[in-house]
């Protein structure tokens, strides 16, 4: 029919909007990779620093991410304090957040746990460990966020 077109709903699908609070380029990097590697497509937003997070986080014109992932070792602020200032801010409310550490300490996955934090995960060493375990964790987080939001 002349001026119609059919639209594959899958690949009309807006990219993802993932917020990554990280200061390690490295880390950056492979996330992006694991990104690549699990096919999804997304919009990055990176802070480097906890200080400059908590400031954009505040702004009502942040808007709703899909995701949000924070280290805990940042610098100017750390990951802490930007979990609490997340957890604090209604229009954020549902957003799933995850923990991307070095640490494997037992009191730090606690106090992630006291603050509703949905997933811990710890830095794996290798780029196929990572692709693997932060790419899994990222899909579930998502699929997290898609059961919210049909709730």
């Known amino acids: ?22 200061d ?3 880390d950056v990097y492979l996330f992006e990779k694991t990104m690549g590697a699990r096919g999804i497509e997304y919009v990055l937003i990176l802070y480097l620093d906890g200080r400059h997070a908590m ?32 957890r604090k801010e209604p229009r954020l409310t549902g957003v799933p957040v995850g923990v991307l550490t070095s640490s494997e ?3 730090d996955r606690r106090w992630a746990a006291l ?4 997933k811990y995960v710890i830095k794996p060493a290798t780029l196929e460990e990572f692709i693997d375990q932060v790419g899994s964790a990222v899909e579930e987080l998502l699929a997290l966020r898609r059961n919210r939001n049909a709730d």
């Not at 059919?6 to 917020?19: G, T, W």
Request: proline share 9%; no cysteine; aromatic share 4%.
């Open 1 to 22: 029919m002349p001026g119609s077109r059919e639209i594959n709903k899958d690949k009309q699908r807006a990219p993802v909007r993932i917020v990554l609070i990280e």
């Open 24 to 26: 390690n380029p490295g």
């Open 55 to 86: 400031r954009a986080i505040m702004e009502p014109s942040f808007g709703v991410p899909d995701l949000i992932l924070v280290d805990l070792n940042l610098p100017q602020r750390d990951g802490f304090d930007v979990l609490s200032t997340i």
């Open 105 to 107: 300490s037992t009191k």
């Open 115 to 118: 603050h509703t934090v949905d």
